[in-house]
């Protein structure tokens, strides 16, 4: 029912002030979901790419750091198993640095000006100017 005792008509179910309102609100979290749906899609879609032994070792990791790719030159066969081992894992934690960080760019303007701006991760380190006081 309306203020005059009416009912607001089905064809604008918002027809006064307060339900216009709710109605800018309503679009606006609508317009948020998708935005935050697309930005779940290109987080899903982010790789790290990490490299060792002058280039002959890269991995490619998800943002969840799984492997995703790993080429190894046939160079890199001269190391030796454990140091190949060594050089893969160093190249493969840095993929997962860099996926970390294209997340995190990903997500930045999201939270920008929210009081998640500004949290790092537990085992992620300070940014340089924090490190310097």
Known sequence: MTQGGGMTSPADPFSSARDQELKSLLEGFQRETVQLQRLHERIAEVRGRGEAADGRVVVETTQTGALAGLTIDPRAMRLG?????????????????????????????????????????????????????
């Open 81 to 133: 198993s454990e140091e190949l081992a060594t050089t893969i894992l160093e190249a493969a934690a840095e993929a997962e640095r860099d996926a970390a960080q294209a997340a995190s760019d990903l997500v930045a303007p999201f939270i920008e000006g929210t009081p998640l701006d500004g949290v790092r991760a537990p085992d992620e380190p300070p940014p340089p100017e924090a490190r310097r006081r």
